[in-house]
């Protein structure tokens, strides 16, 4: 059976899955917790820059130590999911992280906060959301139905993708009434109303195979080959890194490009860059309809290779009307990026076994994020050598070859992908 032939027989009331108390529960929670996080995105560096006086060097590593458990804990972090309780345990990472950020403004009112405990309160809520992302995506099975988990996936993308584009002006508004500590009061107590939500889900847990206790190394090393012996899971793995490269080198250049070579007033910037969030909207919105029209392997297609090339509308902009061009660039892939991810979030949720999904979760992020610095450290250098217009040109170009590169293998030869590995 393909996904798309998972579905309910009975025509759906309006709302879907939000009528579902236990999917209600998981969504008001993760998404309530997503707007705090992005709240805090804006205030950490605002402390450190208004508060601490910190150097551009130390705000760039406040940036980088978020991204460090993932290469550093991802894999063990993956196999460990997989033996513990997945809802205790994003309980606890929702514990620890409220308390992680609470202490900040608590220690900004005796006027002692410094940049060491903003580094090490950054990295370990990093470290805890990469032991609750993973328990998050390995649980969403046992809230939902199969045939739900494309609605539910969906819902939760387009909430986030919105909470993406509230938070830095709730963040800025906090920020500016009750100082930039103090804004990381909204995302601790974001954290107890995810805790809340959890605690009142009433599903069971999937039940996964009991096996002997083996090493931690060896159930990491069979997460990790299970993604690159899959044809599937290796494809969708090393094209989502390219596209994470490549997004993220054109990225670090979007702001330089506006200011200096389009010469736009900074007040627009804001709302010139909110066309990628709100590309995502749209796609999270789409993702489900274009996989029950041409199926999820060539809806996969459609919204990450189709989507590609008006990306290339960028470097064109000049200003004036052509700041269209600048817009459509942005949001069209975006809307592509986050279909394709609606799509195949669902692919491996129902084609994963559910005692390895966590660690297949955690190997593919592992390869996705670990190219991230990369392609901060390539689009700085090539804006810098280049020029800024030519090295979005080089970087869009090598962002559509990438996506291409689905068409190789499995996945340019599937209309629908598979709920179950090749025995």
């Not at 109303?193 to 009991?210: D, G, K, N």
Request: hydrophobic content about 50%.
């Amino acid at each position: 059976m393909t996904l798309t032939e998972a579905r309910p027989t009975q025509p759906r009331r309006f709302g879907g899955v939000l009528r579902q108390h236990d999917f209600r529960m998981l969504w008001v929670g993760e998404t309530t917790s997503r707007l705090g996080t992005t709240v805090t995105g804006i205030a950490v560096p605002l402390i450190a820059v208004t508060s601490l006086h910190a150097s551009t060097f130390l705000v760039g590593l406040l940036d980088a130590v978020a991204w460090l458990p993932w290469l550093v804990i991802g894999l063990p972090a993956g196999a460990l999911i997989d033996r513990l309780p997945r809802r205790r345990t994003m309980l606890v990472c929702d514990a620890v992280s409220a308390l992680l950020l609470l202490t900040v403004p608590v220690v900004a009112v005796f006027g002692t906060l410094t940049m060491t405990q903003l580094l090490v309160v950054t990295l370990l809520v990093g470290v805890a959301t990469v032991f609750f992302t993973t328990a998050y995506q390995a649980f969403l099975p046992s809230v939902v139905a199969k045939a739900d988990l494309a609605e539910g996936n969906a819902k939760l993308q387009a909430s986030d993708q919105a909470a993406t584009i509230a938070g830095p002006s709730l963040g800025g508004v906090i920020t500016q009434v009750l100082g930039a500590a103090f804004g990381l009061l909204v995302d601790s107590a974001t954290f107890v109303v995810s805790a809340v939500c959890l605690l009142r889900i009433r599903a069971t847990e999937q039940t996964r195979a009991v096996k002997e206790r083996r090493p931690l190394l060896t159930d990491v090393r069979e997460g990790l080959m299970f993604v690159v012996r899959d044809r599937y899971l290796r494809v969708l793995t090393v094209c989502a890194a390219i596209d994470n490269f490549v997004l993220t080198g054109t990225h670090a250049l979007l702001v330089v490009f506006l200011i200096r070579t389009v010469d736009t007033p900074p007040g627009a910037v804001g709302a010139l860059l909110a066309a990628d969030a709100a590309g995502g909207i749209l796609g999270a919105l789409v993702a489900t309809r274009l996989a029950r029209r041409f199926g999820t392997g060539r809806g996969l297609l459609i919204a990450t290779v189709g989507t590609t090339p008006f990306g290339l509308l960028v470097p064109l902009t000049n200003g004036g009307w052509t700041l269209a061009f600048f817009v459509v660039g942005l949001l069209v892939p975006a809307a592509g990026t986050v279909a394709g991810n609606v799509i195949a979030n669902v692919f491996r949720q129902n084609y994963t076994p559910p005692e390895l999904l966590g660690r297949v979760y955690t190997s593919a992020r592992f390869v996705q994020f670990g190219v991230i610095p990369l392609g901060a450290l390539l689009g700085g250098l090539a804006g810098t050598e280049l020029g800024v217009r030519t090295a979005l040109w080089l970087l869009l170009g090598l962002g559509v070859l990438g996506r291409c590169a689905r068409l190789v293998g499995p996945l340019g030869r599937s209309r629908d992908l598979p709920t179950a590995p090749r025995s």
